[in-house]
């Protein structure tokens, strides 16, 4: 079996890859929190959704979990 690349080099890919999973997670919780926000601040739906909109948001990651 051979193996390329050094063992730091692989460990180093290992943690960028960890911290950009993290990062995706992390926003993904602050676009949530943000959609929660402006939802309950909305008057009405186009309300919410323009505001969403404006924040390049869309308020369908939500409903999916």
């Not at 919410?48 to 404006?54: K, P, Q, R, T, V």
């Amino acid at each position: 079996m051979s193996r390329t690349g050094s063992p730091s080099r692989n460990d180093e890919n290992g943690r960028f890859a960890a911290a950009q999973a993290a990062a995706v997670v992390e926003s993904d919780l602050q676009h949530r929190r943000a959609a929660r926000v402006v939802a309950g601040r909305a008057v009405d739906a186009a309300d919410c959704a323009e505001m969403l909109a404006m924040l390049g948001l869309d308020g369908k990651a939500d409903r999916d979990r």
